[in-house]
């Protein structure tokens, strides 16, 4: 079974600038959750979306939304990029929600400049 | 904020020695799991300890939980090299998980 691909994996982005980001999970699995990892806060839940819907949301601006496809393929724009946004984007599937096993994908390594 | 806390931030060992690091968290959880996470990239999942079990293994790991004192510790048994990386626990936290800070572990040849 093919394992969670991220794309793009690394990504350099001007302040003010928007970017997406988009995840594929393991084939069956219905959840894909998000995080955000930097070195001074750790990771860090952004959201979770299951059957297409955001289920959980993490304390982070409306900058930061997502979405689910009918595929459970998922993708996550961040609008107005800010210097403090540059981290390690982690997504995240599960077969079912998302407070069990979680198989993680390689990350998007975004720098805003 | 994070709910659970790894000790210690790092650990240095030499081949062969254990390694045992610990976890601690705030409420009441379901579940626990570890995590493990090489340079900077994606994390692999290594085990999951339920809240109603108080020990588990999994190959050189054995993960122990004390609902009581909210604490669980993960020991890995007879290191190897590869097995530098840095290790996070995480539970859930309402609707959705949250990870510690992590144990930097670094096993010498």
């Known amino acids: 079974k093919a394992g969670v691909t991220q794309t793009p994996r690394y990504l350099i982005k001007t302040r003010g600038q928007q970017v997406t980001l988009s995840c594929s999970p393991i084939s069956g699995h219905r959840s894909v959750s998000w995080y955000q990892q930097t070195p001074g806060q750790g990771l860090q839940f952004l959201f979770e979306?299951?059957?297409?819907?955001?289920?959980n949301k993490g304390n982070f601006p409306g900058r930061f939304s997502g979405r689910q496809f009918s595929n459970s393929r998922s993708e996550m724009n961040v609008s107005t990029l800010e210097l403090g946004d540059s981290a390690l984007y982690l997504c995240a599937s599960s077969l079912n929600r998302g407070l069990d096993e979680q198989y993680f994908g390689p990350g998007t390594r975004l720098t805003v400049t | 904020s994070q709910q659970g806390e790894e000790d210690p931030q790092a650990l240095s060992i030499q081949e062969g020695e254990n390694a045992t690091m610990n976890c601690s968290y705030k409420?009441?959880?379901?579940?626990l799991q570890w995590y493990r996470q090489n340079s900077g990239r994606g994390l692999v999942h290594l085990i999951l300890?339920?809240?109603?079990?108080r020990e588990k293994h999994s190959g050189r790991l054995r993960v122990t939980l004390d609902t009581s004192k909210k604490s669980s510790s993960l020991l890995i048994t007879a290191s190897r090299a590869a097995d530098t990386a840095s290790y996070f626990c995480a539970t859930d936290w309402g609707n959705d998980m949250r990870f510690g800070a992590g144990t930097r572990l670094t096993v010498k040849p």
């Open positions: 409420t009441s959880i379901n579940n």
């Open positions: 979306y299951f059957s297409e819907t955001q289920r």
């Open positions: 300890i339920r809240s109603n079990e």
